[in-house]
Nanobody, 120 residues
Framework: QVQLVESGGGLVQAGGSLRLSCAASGRTVSSLNMGWYRQAPGKERELVAAISWSGAAISYVDSVKGRFTISRDLAKNTVYLQMNSLKPEDTAIYYC?????????????WGQGTQVTVSS
């Protein structure tokens, strides 16, 4: 089992910054593909940023490229999402996801989510 606890959400003005944290337990993040998703009201959940188990592969959705950075601290077993130049359209609940390879498939784990609200 993998447990994920997010923190760092809040209310910020447009142009501001926030850093989300996702503390993992049960397995090391170096053995997991990690991602940040978000879901805005009335919209589907979308993958915002991802980092592979090795750290070698990082990807972002086009709408956040150049503004968001995903990183991890192996000593703290924590993954971060640094969000700069925030826009009102970034408002959503942000979820941390861990994808554990298992045979030919994988098992997904989710955190409880943290609210990010960007005011204009």
């Amino acid at each position: 089992q993998v447990q994920l606890v997010e923190s760092g959400g809040g209310l910020v003005q447009a142009g501001g910054s926030l850093r989300l944290s996702c503390a993992a337990s049960g397995r090391t993040v170096s053995s997991l593909n990690m991602g940040w998703y978000r879901q805005a009201p009335g919209k589907e959940r979308e993958l915002v940023a991802a980092i592979s188990w090795s750290g070698a592969a990082i990807s972002y959705v086009d709408s956040v490229k150049g503004r968001f950075t995903i990183s991890r601290d192996l000593a703290k077993n924590t993954v971060y999402l640094q969000m700069n130049s925030l826009k009102p359209e970034d408002t959503a609940i942000y979820y941390c996801n861990a994808d554990r390879p298992l045979g030919v498939g994988s098992v997904k784990y989710w955190g409880q989510g943290t609210q990010v609200t960007v005011s204009s």
